[in-house]
């Protein structure tokens, strides 16, 4: 049986379904950047590139967003909170490597227009989580928030 070795890879057959030979030791390119001033990398994921049951590193930063009307109850134990809005979180950005540090799913989430709705990013002094309002918008590459959810 021969066998052909790579960087990191060393292959026990010469058997096309055989991954060792089959993965390239070079990283493969994102294949679906975002439209527009967007740079987001791969707004569509690139499930080929992950083994069966290789675990994956996610990053996910968030959006806080408030419903109109939506304020804590008088019986709340924190006294500054009452009468305050409720906020939430939903999915700003969502960013997916497989052990090869692949890019399989990098995308910022667009929210429809709600007047109703309060939307505000996270803010931390001295921080910067990378999410800035105008990567958010569809004209920039955004996802609908239904999909990439």
């Known amino acids: 049986m021969s066998t052909t070795v790579f960087d990191k890879w060393v292959a026990v057959s010469?058997?096309?379904?055989?991954?060792?030979e089959t993965n390239p030791t070079n990283h493969r390119l994102p294949n679906q950047p975002?439209?527009?001033k967007g740079?987001?990398?791969?707004?569509?994921p690139?499930?080929?590139?992950?083994?069966?049951?290789?675990?994956?590193?996610?990053?996910?930063?968030?959006?806080?967003?408030?419903?109109?009307?939506?304020?804590?109850?008088?019986?709340r134990e924190n006294h500054d909170q009452r009468g305050r809005?409720?906020?939430?979180?939903?999915?700003?950005?969502?960013?997916?490597?497989?052990?090869?540090?692949?890019?399989?799913?990098?995308?910022?989430?667009?929210y429809p227009v709600?007047?109703?709705i309060k939307a505000k990013i996270p803010h931390a002094p001295?921080?910067?989580f990378g999410v800035k309002k105008h990567l958010l918008w569809s004209d920039n590459g955004a996802v609908d928030a239904q999909i990439v959810e």
């Open 114 to 116: 709600d007047s109703n």
């Open 14 to 20: 010469e058997d096309a379904s055989n991954l060792a």
């Open 46 to 75: 690139r499930f080929e590139l992950l083994l069966p049951g290789e675990p994956i590193a996610v990053d996910i930063e968030f959006e806080d967003f408030s419903r109109k009307g939506e304020v804590y109850g008088e019986d």
């Open 126 to 128: 001295g921080k910067d």
């Open 85 to 110: 809005p409720i906020w939430h979180h939903r999915i700003a950005w969502i960013g997916v490597v497989n052990m090869k540090c692949e890019t399989v799913l990098d995308v910022f989430a667009f």
């Open 34 to 36: 975002a439209c527009g």
């Open 39 to 44: 740079i987001a990398t791969q707004v569509r």
